[in-house]
C-alpha cells in the first residue's frame, strides 16, 4: 500500500463500478489473500490475485445468477484449495464452488437455510480440520454453526444468542445479503 492506492503490477481487469468486492481467499497458495469481484449485471466472478497488495492479475473463474451470492471462502474437501460458498438468496440453499487454483471443477449443494438465518462466516470453529459454517438469525440473535464433513452436515450446534442490536463482524464485510 502506497499513498493509500493499490499498487497495479499488471492488468487490473474490467473492475468497474458495476462490480461488487465479494471476499477474500488465497486461491493461488501464495500465502497472499487474493480478492473476489463480482460483476453484478453478468454474475461473473472474478479474482485479483495478490501479492500482498500489489495486483498481479485478474482471472475470470465463471458466472452464475446473480441469485447465488458469494458468503465465504474457505478449504471444504481438504484437498489443499480454497472453495467458494454461496447462497442463493430466493431458496436458502448453500453451495459451492470446489475449486483448483482458479479452475471450478464442480458446484457442490451442501444443504438450505431459511431467509431468517444469516449465513455470516466460514471458519473452523470446532477445531477439527473442516470448515464449518456461522449462522445467525435476524430476528432471535440466535448464532449457531453447522458443523460440515466436506459438502456434508453433520450437525447443527447453537452458540449463543445476543441481542439483534448486535452485529457480527465477518471481516470487516456487512452483514445484510444485499452486495
Ligand atoms: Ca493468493
Ligand atoms: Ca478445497
Ligand atoms: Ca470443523
Redesign the pocket.
Known amino acids: 500500500m502506497q499513498d493509500g492506492v493499490f499498487q497495479s503490477g499488471a492488468d487490473m481487469g474490467p473492475v468497474g463500478s458495476d462490480h461488487a468486492l465479494n471476499g477474500t481467499g488465497d486461491f493461488d497458495g501464495n500465502g497472499s489473500p487474493d480478492l473476489i469481484w463480482r460483476h453484478r449485471p453478468s454474475g461473473t466472478v472474478g479474482i485479483w490475485l495478490m501479492t500482498g497488495t500489489t495486483i498481479n492479475s485478474y482471472t475470470v473463474l465463471g458466472a452464475v445468477s446473480s441469485d447465488y451470492k458469494v458468503r465465504g471462502t474457505g ?9 467458494i460458498i454461496f447462497r442463493h438468496t430466493p431458496s436458502g440453499e448453500v453451495g459451492a464452488w ?2 483448483t487454483g482458479t479452475i471450478i471443477n464442480s458446484y457442490a449443494r451442501i444443504s438450505s437455510a431459511g431467509s431468517d438465518y444469516v449465513l455470516s462466516g466460514v471458519w473452523d470453529y470446532d477445531d477439527d480440520g473442516k470448515v464449518d459454517i456461522l449462522w445467525r438469525h435476524t430476528s432471535t440473535g440466535e448464532v449457531g454453526a453447522w458443523t460440515l464433513d466436506g459438502t456434508a452436515v453433520t450437525g447443527y450446534a447453537r452458540i449463543d444468542a445476543v441481542s439483534s442490536e448486535y452485529h457480527l463482524s465477518k471481516n470487516g464485510e456487512p452483514e445484510d445479503e444485499e452486495e
Do not use: H, R, V, Y
Open positions: 478449504d471444504l474437501n481438504a484437498d489443499g484449495e480454497t472453495d470446489l475449486m
